[in-house]
């Protein structure tokens, strides 16, 4: 281990005493945060050259972030459990017999996320709900079914206290499928973030129409071109954390990303971009990701010592990791510039033209680099369009087009997507406010969703512009405790704080309504 | 063959079911005291630009496949039966259903050709009394009842539409004589009712007088319809 300097041991003890000290974050807040300073004071990674420049640096010169993943990784940032094999075999070490009822399966879960950590300390993955539950739905009557499953849901809400906890449903209809829509837009609840597996050959119109309806009326659940993800990742994957499509009994060792605005920015111009200012930071940041996947898998003992590896519930041979990006609009827009070309991403072929070559680019470096342990993805990393950060400033999400620029027609916007969903099998996504109108017609957005999934559209998300339930990049909040939190009080979950930024420094609250 | 567009909506949630294309054609015979573009009704509009269904087609195929049909409206678009009828049949073998929005005072029958190639048609019933319909429309509403007949009998009267317009005319009534008119037709053929609440907003200044019916004002109406077996639907 290194060692670090006492100026930097007395700033992060100022920061614990500030941490001890806030009015704002509630205590489960507060424990997280100070985990994260300790950790913060270790330096065993071996780090690439170059590394700290592209990462530690302020502002423009910041071109690679790590996502407050800490100095010493000592889990996977995701983990996605088998929870069908719980429900069929019980767990050992939480002396958990196989469920026979509805009850009972609700029961085993409930108990079993408390012991599923991630990057937040909370599940990101909640399972397959429909598919896990549907054999144990005719155990009770069909009222005490629903009450069940919305006493779940709500519990889910109240004690997993961040909105990255992720459920999916879909894409064969059942049974629970309705009962959780039902439940959730009663509600009205943040957590958990759910997505609908959508295949227009496997999903009748009924089961895709309650759910639009459940997305008009709380923000969830969000819909995944299910033909896609399996052609990717196979039939077990899993939609979790925002929108992140990965593999079923694994996850992800780590998530990094490039700023591409900011690379654009240290360009002298488009052909320099390409062919030395990108490719260095890919690969400084690639090394980076594969010094944080060796230490976890190697050094921290978690693979070894996890009950969840001894019993079955994930294996470290279906762990990956995703290789992010943001601001591939911003990149294209300053180099447009830089070259003297009129064009705006969004709204001119030229422009997408670039963001095309910019996403083949760092597709084939990804695709020759080799990264350690990430055997269930063909030994490369899954390339990911990130979605953002509460302390982003002027840096777009992922491939999106900025907030307020976006075209004045859907369809344009559409358009433009389609050509950049295909590149991200862990996850990509666009956001669509609507209309109350659109109330009285869900067969509206169900179109769009169809017509999305032909033309390659990977994930799409809709809310009512007015709803109290709302999205911000990828995760969910209510506007309700947004504004509590903004007026100095603490509220249940972290989600809420990283919102209030986003809304202030990322405009969320001004996406052009459809 | 060129006709006069105002505009085309790419994505409408309020033209017909689903998502559709929508196309608004300049021009209109009645005078509807509540209407809400009224720039449309005459023959020119500097906003609205000659179009030929080709190059109107081209507009709508940007769509596909994320509509399952299109909606011509207008103005009233039965003054130009010839150009919808050239649209909906480059329309169909797209797979999109086509749909007209009238205010029925033109003979659908007179145009077996355009009803071929026609799924639906919205028909404003914009009063049931004659007089009623003269003072809101300045035109009767022979045809337009004549219509919703035809319509039912061939299978493709698929929505009724009406402006709820409290001062303007007797709405209670009206429900009545609708629900009395529209029963035996319902038995023929399934069509929706849609009640629209009038608003103020875009309406010539001199006509822009009436009132907004409240939302339990649209709600009560729209139960009398439910209670006869229509499906309502209220905006």
């Known amino acids: ?514 | 063959m060129k006709a006069t567009v105002v505009k085309i909506i790419p994505f409408s949630c309020v033209d017909g079911p689903g998502n559709r294309t929508a196309i608004f054609l300049q021009g209109c015979n009645i005078n509807c005291k509540y209407c809400h573009n009224p720039e449309t009704r005459g023959p020119k509009n500097p906003e609205a630009t000659e179009m030929t269904v080709e190059e109107v087609m081209e507009r709508v195929k940007k769509q596909v496949p994320f509509i399952r049909g299109i909606t011509v409206s207008g103005g009233e678009c039965m003054l130009h039966p010839e150009f919808v009828q050239a649209i909906f049949e480059q329309a169909k073998p797209l797979g999109l259903t086509t749909l007209i929005d009238s205010n029925g005072t033109i003979p659908f029958e007179k145009y077996p050709e355009l009803m071929a190639v026609t799924d639906g048609v919205m028909l404003d019933i914009k009063a049931m009394n004659r007089e009623d319909h003269i003072k809101i429309t300045d035109h009767d509403n022979d045809t337009v009842l004549a219509n919703a007949k035809y319509l039912a009998e061939c299978g493709k009267l698929y929505e009724v539409r009406s402006v709820i317009v409290p001062g303007l005319y007797n709405g209670d009534k009206n429900a009545d004589a609708l629900i009395e008119f529209l029963e035996p037709l319902h038995q023929l053929s399934d069509f929706r009712i849609k009640l629209i609440t009038y608003r103020p907003n875009g309406v010539r200044e001199e006509y822009a007088i009436y009132k907004q019916p409240s939302k339990v004002f649209m709600q009560r109406l729209g139960e009398r319809f439910r209670e006869h077996g229509f499906e309502v639907v209220i905006v």
């Open chain 1, 1 to 514: 281990m290194r060692p670090i300097t006492m100026e930097r041991v007395e700033d992060t003890r100022k920061q614990i005493l500030d941490t001890i000290e806030s009015a704002t974050l509630t205590h489960e807040q507060k424990v997280t945060n100070l985990a994260n300073l300790a950790d913060s004071l270790l330096e065993v990674l071996d780090l690439p050259e170059g590394l700290d420049e592209l990462l530690n640096s302020e502002g423009d010169a910041k071109c690679i972030c790590d996502l407050f993943e800490g100095h010493a990784p000592m889990r996977p940032r995701y983990i996605a459990p088998d929870y069908e094999k719980l429900l069929k075999e019980g767990c050992e070490y939480l002396r958990l017999p196989a469920p026979t009822d509805l009850m009972e399966a609700l029961n085993t879960l409930l108990i079993f996320y408390k012991h599923v950590p991630s990057i937040t300390n909370y599940p990101v993955y909640l399972g397959q709900l429909d598919e896990l539950l549907e054999p144990f739905v005719d155990t009770v009557d069909e009222a005490m079914g629903r009450k069940l499953v919305k006493n779940f849901l709500m519990n889910v809400d109240r004690t997993i206290l961040d909105s990255f906890s992720h459920a999916d449903v879909g894409p064969r209809e059942t049974k629970i499928g309705y009962y959780i829509f039902d439940a959730e837009k009663e509600l009205q609840d943040a957590v958990p973030n759910i997505s609908m597996k959508y295949d227009a050959d496997i999903t009748p119109d009924h089961f895709l129409k309650a759910a639009v309806e459940c997305g008009l009326a709380c923000a969830k659940p969000s819909f995944a071109n299910h033909k896609m993800f399996v052609s990717e990742l196979g039939e077990r994957y899993v939609i979790a954390s925002c929108y992140n499509g990965l593999p079923l009994g694994g996850g992800s060792y780590t998530l990094c990303r490039l700023i591409l605005g900011n690379i654009a920015k240290r360009s002298k111009d488009i052909a320099d971009f390409k062919e030395k200012q990108l490719p260095y930071v890919m690969d400084i940041m690639a090394r980076y990701m594969d010094a944080r996947v060796k230490f976890e898998v190697e050094e921290s003992g978690y693979f070894d010592n996890t009950f969840l590896i001894k019993e079955g519930f994930i294996e470290r041979e279906k762990f990956t990791a995703m290789y992010g990006l943001v601001g591939l609009a911003d990149a294209v827009n300053i180099l447009l510039e830089k070259e003297g070309k009129t064009g705006r991403f969004g709204h001119d072929e030229i422009a997408t033209q670039l963001g095309v070559e910019i996403m083949d680019i760092i597709d084939a470096f990804n695709q020759n680099h080799e990264a350690p342990y990430c055997e269930v993805t063909g030994g490369h990393y899954l390339l990911h369009a990130q979605v953002g950060i509460a302390e982003d400033q002027g840096i777009t999400p992922g491939v999106r087009i900025p907030i307020g620029e976006e075209p004045d027609e859907l369809i344009d916007q559409l358009e433009v997507m389609s050509h950049f969903h295909k590149y991200f099998p862990s996850g990509t996504g666009d956001i669509f406010p609507v209309d109350m109108t659109v109330h009285a017609n869900p067969e509206y957005v169900m179109d769009i969703i169809k017509g999305s999934f032909q033309r390659n559209l990977r994930y799409l998300s809709f809310y009512s512009s007015d709803n109290d339930v709302i999205r911000v990049t990828g995760y969910l909040i209510k506007r309700s405790e947004l504004e509590k939190l903004d007026s100095g009080v603490a509220v249940i979950h972290d989600t809420t704080a990283l919102g209030l930024g986003a809304s202030k420094n990322g405009h969320i609250l001004e996406r052009k309504v459809r």
